[in-house]
């Protein structure tokens, strides 16, 4: 499957680096009164979901996680906009679905469950579909490690010291 | 003849007064046993109990099977409710065609099995015979009988209490609800173990035979979730592992730890922090053609090309404290894209004294900023 997985990476790199670009050139969000180290944890936060999504977005809506995924990410960045401070987690989600969700996935028998509170949408499926979505989801984890590094080393390498 | 005595014990604790001889005592006994053999009741023995009734058990035609399967199954149907040895025992052993039974098995045993322990492997061989003649009968209701017979190995009875009791133990472990079901012993056997440590079907499924769709359908199931297994061992590296238990904690573990990796690789995306300073101090940041590497390679021309390698600090320090003045995030920013951190001055002289070494290439610079604007980095300790 190495030509799926190519063409994966280059679709995933194109979107990536564009959202770097997107969170790295000035505007207002850069200006705002937070503190410094607030700042910094944001922006990580924001290149984290931004890798997470053009991800999802790369490895097309046929699967079930990439779906899950972007449902997520759309709820998390409709709440962040609403809200003021983005760490601040309204109550009436907090208690409803998530819980809810998560308690159903802890009650399953120990290993399983673990899996599908890391796999985006896990506790939906049942066994034989968790695992398919997990090949995948690993494929393409591994795909967005490699990706990154490669864009790490190349940013550090050329402000070097 | 560890019975008899059991008999003899009970005699004599029945008459504590009278004291005859023991000869007398043991006669009298004896003739207590008889009486046991002639009444079967609640009594202990088993081995020798047998035997004694097998010898005065009068001769009839063999009872119709589905008697013998009524006649098994009442004890096994008791022995599955409760343990109590008494009820089951009395009730194999007053039942009329109990006797036609013994005689059978009387017969038999003349032609079957070892004799290295005599009344044990009597009573063991006394049960396969009893099987097989039940097989014969071929009814369907003695079946599940069967798989008990055939899937726990009947070993001696460490205790006298009633024959039939170990099996009867192996049948509440091996058997779940008996099914109506045409067999051979020996697959069932197998295929009843199989399907025991499977889960908890209620049929027993033979070798390539199912007869419920439900056990269809699970198998399949289970091969569908085989084969996903066999496919993420793959890609998941160290699988090397056979339990799908251990492989599942594998997969864990490794999702785990390739989101961990994405996680720390976003904290240290470095370029564009490099790139938001340069838009504020540098001029040449002005003609970049936008995109975080085009920016930082602005930057990286711009410092490279104005500083040699020692003022190199001295530029970074610049640029910090121009971006300190308007914005302490964007410092943070810059200071975190070159790789470099703030700390109180104190904390800089006891880290670089205690990890000094000359000739430590690949340790980032520390940079170190104080109200004063001092910059020190741990190459700088050696001097005074």
Known sequence: MSATTEQLERNFTHRFLTSLRRINSPDSKTTTTHAAGLVIRRRSLRIKRAAYSSMARAAGSHRAWTRALLSRARSQRRRQQHDVHPNYIPPAQRRKSSVKRAAAAGREMGRAGKLRGLVPGGSRMEMGQLLEETAHYVQCLAVQVRVMQAVADHFSSSSSM | ?384
């Open chain 2, 1 to 384: 003849m560890q019975p008899c005595s059991r008999e003899m014990a009970a005699g004599g604790l029945n008459s504590p007064t009278t004291t005859p001889p023991s000869h007398q005592f043991q006669l009298h006994d004896l003739h207590q046993i008889h009486g046991h053999f002639d009444h079967p009741s609640s009594a202990a023995a088993a081995d020798d109990f047998l035997d004694q009734f097998l010898s005065s058990a009068a001769s009839s035609p063999w009872s119709s099977s589905a008697a013998a399967a009524d006649l098994i199954k009442s004890p096994w149907a008791d022995l599955a409710a409760d343990d109590d040895n008494v009820a089951a025992g009395n009730g194999f052993f007053d039942d009329p065609s109990a006797v036609s039974l013994a005689a059978k098995l009387r017969h038999h045993q003349i032609n079957g099995g070892n004799n290295t322990n005599g009344n044990h492997n009597n009573n063991n061989n006394s049960k396969m015979m009893l099987q097989q003649q039940l097989l014969m009968a071929g009814d369907g209701a003695p079946a599940p009988l069967f798989n008990g017979f055939g899937s726990g190995s009947i070993q001696s009875p460490p205790h006298f209490h009633h024959p039939t009791m170990q099996p009867g133990q192996s049948f509440g472990a091996g058997g779940g609800g008996p099914t109506a079901s045409p067999g051979k012993a020996q697959p069932q056997a197998s295929g009843s173990a199989a399907t025991a440590s499977q889960g908890k079907p209620r049929v027993r499924a033979r070798r390539g035979q199912a007869t419920d769709p439900h056990s269809i359908a699970e198998r399949l199931r289970r091969e569908r979730i085989a084969e996903r297994m066999k496919s993420l061992q793959e890609l998941v590296p160290n699988a090397n592992k056979t339990d799908k238990a251990s492989m599942l904690d594998e997969i864990i573990d490794y999702v785990k730890f390739l989101q961990l990796q994405v996680k720390v690789l976003s904290m240290s995306r470095l370029g564009g922090a490099g790139a938001v300073a340069p838009l504020v101090t540098t001029a040449a940041t002005a003609s970049e053609g936008g995109g975080g590497g085009g920016s930082n390679n602005a930057t990286a021309a711009a410092n490279g090309g104005s500083s040699a390698n020692e003022s190199s600090m001295t530029m970074t320090e610049h640029q910090v404290a121009k971006l300190m003045e308007e914005d302490m995030g964007s410092a943070m920013q810059y200071l975190q894209g070159k790789g470099l951190c703030l700390m109180p001055i104190s904390l800089a002289t006891a880290i670089s004294t205690a990890t000094c070494r000359p000739g430590q290439p690949s340790s980032p610079n520390m940079s170190v900023l104080t109200g004063d604007v001092a910059v020190k980095d741990s190459t700088s300790a050696t001097k005074p």
